[in-house]
Nanobody
Framework: QVHVVESGGGSVQAGGSLTVSCATA????????WGWFRQFPGKEREAVAA?????????VYADSVKGRFAISRDQTKNTLMLQMNDLKPADTAMYYC?????????????????????WGQGTQVTVSS
């Protein structure tokens, strides 16, 4: 069982920045993909960003956040982070951290929710105009 706990959400005005974090006791390099997803009320969960840790660490992003968000990990703290800049009201959502299924490997997109098995409880991000 992999436990992940998100933190750092909150309220910010449009154009502002927030960093959300995901803490885990898991050795992050034992899993191929770690990702950030978000969910709008009444909508399916969608990918925001992911990082291929076991596969080399290259990040991937949803088109809607490219150039504004950055995913990274703090190796010393075993923490996954999402730096969000130039936030827009359309970014208002519950943000979730996730760790992948054991079968995920080279060739996986790391941006599909069904590639992930372990999810945190989420942290709310609200952007006002």
């Amino acid at each position: 069982q992999v436990h992940v706990v998100e933190s750092g959400g909150g309220s910010v005005q449009a154009g502002g920045s927030l960093t959300v974090s995901c803490a885990t006791a898991e050795n992050m390099y034992t899993r191929y993909c770690w990702g950030w997803f978000r969910q709008f009320p009444g909508k399916e969960r969608e990918a925001v960003a992911a990082i291929y840790l076991a596969g080399g660490g290259a990040p991937v992003y949803a088109d809607s956040v490219k150039g504004r968000f950055a995913i990274s990990r703090d190796q010393t703290k075993n923490t996954l982070m999402l730096q969000m800049n130039d936030l827009k009201p359309a970014d208002t959502a519950m943000y979730y951290c996730a760790a992948d299924h054991p079968w995920v490997s080279v060739g996986s997109s790391c941006l599909r929710p069904d590639e992930y098995k372990y999810w945190g409880q989420g942290t709310q991000v609200t952007v006002s105009s």
